[in-house]
């Protein structure tokens, strides 16, 4: 695991492609020094992905289960690309053949780069006869706060259904990719409330005043409420 920090650091690569498992979580797994799999966290690997962001354009994530990390990542990096599900083994080895058969063609000054590249990816993963091409997903770090956005409303849907372990996954991506989604926090505040946890759901509706001023005693009544404090809750109505 130790290993890819330092490559990163002494090689400086523009584009880094990992192929490896995945799991549904999200975390990737890296070898650790007695060759045992170490699963990653998508926020362990973003941060990992911070302190190069000067020099690596593209990260490609050629495993299961990667669209997370992906997410992560491109707070930082430009072009991140991973699988929202699992992938087959020929199909990973036809998008790397596209991919970099994409790099290397004459593009157009008007053209991206990594999106023609994609793009080839995906049609030889289709003229292989290989019902994947929907899988590989290009993350762009243009769109952050259009996924932040998307999780946010995942979050939202969760909770209509009841369930509150889902919202709050959702929700600790959508403030990860944008800490200044004041709802999120208010909702996950909701979430952790009916799950038992007033503690973290306090310090939501904490951070939600901190980012809105204006609906202190909205976010206050929250609090009061999450306590059981009920007559203090009724006080910020008044």
Do not use: W
């Not at 699992?86 to 008007?110: C, E, H, P």
């Not at 208010?186 to 609906?215: C, F, T």
């Amino acid at each position: 695991t130790q290993d890819i920090r330092r490559a990163l650091a002494e090689e400086k690569p523009q584009i880094v492609h990992f192929c490896g498992h995945g799991l549904k979580d999200g975390s990737l797994l890296l070898e650790d020094d007695v060759e045992k799999d170490k699963p990653i966290a998508p926020q362990a690997l973003a941060s990992l992905f911070e302190l190069h962001a000067d020099y690596v354009k593209c990260v490609v994530l050629n495993s299961c289960y990667s669209e997370k990390p992906a997410v992560a990542i491109c707070q930082y990096i430009d072009y991140v690309i991973g699988m929202n599900n699992t992938i087959q083994g020929r199909a990973t080895i036809a998008f790397s053949q596209g991919f970099y058969d994409g790099l290397g063609y004459k593009n157009l000054n008007s053209q991206d780069l990594f999106q023609r590249a994609f793009d080839e990816a995906k049609v030889a993963i289709s003229m292989e006869n290989i019902y994947q091409a929907e899988i590989p997903l290009l993350k762009k770090r243009a769109n952050i706060s259009i996924y932040a956005d998307n999780y946010y409303n995942l979050g939202n849907v969760c909770r209509d259904l009841g369930d509150n372990k889902g919202a709050i996954e959702n929700y600790n991506l959508a403030t990860n990719l944008n800490p200044d989604l004041v709802d999120a926090f208010v909702k996950r505040g909701h979430a952790r409330v009916q799950s038992g946890n007033k503690s973290g759901a306090i310090e939501d509706y904490k951070q939600a005043i901190k980012l809105n001023p204006n609906n202190f005693y909205t976010y206050n009544y929250f609090i009061f409420d999450a306590l059981g404090d009920k007559k203090g809750a009724v006080e910020q109505c008044n």
